[in-house]
């Protein structure tokens, strides 16, 4: 049997590249252990998928999500295998139906300075009666967040955990947000 597990190859980033287009899987080849030689994101996802790898790490565990910095898989839970990150996607869908916009923002209003991601996941997860472990309630919590910063309600008031490109592609593990001024 052959191991499918592929290594990015990274091409020269100019320094005015398109910050999105380097996270999301430009300037990079990729090399799989087949042998086969995948020239961009697309294919190696296509490859992936059709040998039952991960489609987000490409088998490897790890995240590669910029040159200088990688992190353990979220979508397979650093298994490489394509049915893991299924499973994932089957919770995400499960929370999204049941965590909604409307279920976050009644537990958020009440506050009057800055919160957490994780201390609003928590209060999700009491709400709901939920065990850790049982849906992705904290992805699910920052993306209805987000949704509510992109939407004028909130303010991200974080510093950065990381700077992975300047100032343009940062980390943030656990950050804050603060209601914006009415």
């Known amino acids: 049997m052959k191991k499918h597990t592929m290594t990015t190859l990274w091409d020269e980033i100019p320094d005015d590249a398109d910050d999105?287009?380097?996270?999301r899987g430009?300037?990079?080849?990729?090399?799989?252990?087949?042998?086969?030689?995948?020239?961009?994101?697309?294919?190696a996802e296509l490859h992936a998928m059709e040998t039952n790898q991960c489609t987000t790490c490409l088998g490897t565990t790890t995240e590669q999500i910029t040159p200088n910095f990688s992190?353990?898989?979220?979508?397979c839970a650093a298994t490489?295998?394509?049915?893991?990150?299924?499973?994932?996607?089957l919770a995400y869908a499960e929370a999204?139906?049941?965590?909604?916009?409307?279920?976050?923002?009644?537990?958020?209003?009440?506050?009057?300075?800055?919160?957490?991601?994780s201390e609003v996941a928590d209060a999700v997860r009491a709400t709901l009666d939920l065990p850790v472990g049982r849906?992705?309630?904290?992805?699910?919590?920052?993306?209805?967040?987000?949704?509510?910063?992109?939407?004028?309600?909130?303010?991200?008031?974080?510093?950065?955990?990381?700077?992975?490109?300047?100032?343009?592609?940062?980390l943030y593990r656990d950050p804050y947000w603060q209601h914006a001024a009415k």
């Open 20 to 23: 999105l287009l380097v996270v």
């Open 26 to 43: 430009g300037f990079r080849r990729y090399l799989c252990l087949c042998g086969k030689h995948l020239p961009d994101r697309d294919a």
């Open 71 to 75: 992190q353990p898989c979220t979508s």
């Open 80 to 89: 490489g295998k394509r049915k893991a990150q299924l499973s994932w996607e």
């Open 96 to 117: 999204e139906a049941l965590i909604t916009v409307e279920l976050v923002r009644k537990l958020i209003t009440p506050l009057t300075g800055p919160f957490r991601l």
């Open 135 to 170: 849906l992705p309630v904290g992805p699910r919590v920052r993306d209805v967040l987000r949704g509510l910063e992109a939407g004028g309600e909130l303010v991200l008031v974080s510093a950065p955990d990381e700077l992975l490109r300047g100032t343009t592609v940062v």
